[in-house]
């Protein structure tokens, strides 16, 4: 089954980008407390748009791209990319949270983890060298079409223009995207690795399991 990699990305795409990442990330909290209501209308409408925003697609500084089945049309992954001047994570705020209005507990437990996290990544030795850097931010493959080959086409894809533009790139990666090599078959290597789950404040929290992983400036 051929597939295409293309930056072209439609209106009418998103529908099909959204069900991919919901489907994709079903069993982490924060995907269910960014979406409530998931892929049901009418919901479903609303955390389009949420997804748009929160990955801003739009924005002039975030690369896009799907795969594409070049057999039946069917998207099948897709990939989000921040192209910043600097270590995206210095100044990073802490969440103002994207979250509509979930359930309390699990609205404080997603915000606590963002938080943590974000306090945590401000102070990674291997994000200080100064110079662009290349955030692959997002990375959902369908799961029907999981283990064919479309995200190893998206890494190549964020590889590529992070070579391109001559800047270190960084993934906060899965247990399972590191288990299979997807990123260290680039070049990225793990510079943290840290389970986020705090069972005295959240019992019963999943949690979310992180391996930020980091690929070095190429020289042109």
């Known amino acids: 089954m051929p597939f295409i990699v293309s930056q072209d990305i439609a209106d009418e795409d998103f529908d099909s980008l959204f069900a991919i990442q919901y489907k994709a990330f079903s069993n982490q909290p924060a995907i269910k407390a960014c979406y409530p209501g998931g892929l049901d209308e ?74 943590t996290k974000n306090d945590r990544r401000r102070s990674f030795e291997a994000l200080q060298v100064p ?30 223009i992070s070579d391109e533009k001559g800047s270190r790139a960084m993934v906060e990666a899965s247990k399972d995207a590191t288990k299979y090599g997807l990123y260290s078959k680039q070049g990225f290597r793990p510079i943290d690795t840290c389970n986020y789950v705090d069972e005295e404040k959240f019992p019963g929290f999943a949690g979310m399991y992180i391996v930020t992983m980091v690929r070095d400036a190429q020289d042109k």
């Open 42 to 115: 009418p919901a479903r409408s609303e955390n389009v748009a949420r997804f748009i925003n929160i990955l801003g697609w739009k924005r002039s500084n975030v690369a896009a791209a799907k795969v594409v089945d070049d057999e039946t049309g069917e998207i099948c992954a897709f990939a989000t990319m921040r192209v910043c001047e600097e270590n995206p994570f210095l100044c990073a705020p802490d969440s103002d949270i994207h979250f509509p209005q979930v359930d309390k507990e699990i609205r404080s437990a997603v915000e606590w983890t963002f938080n």
């Open 131 to 160: 110079g662009p850097y290349c955030h692959l931010q997002a990375l959902g493959t369908d799961p029907a079409r999981q283990r064919q080959g479309a995200a190893t086409l998206l890494v190549k894809w964020a590889v590529r």
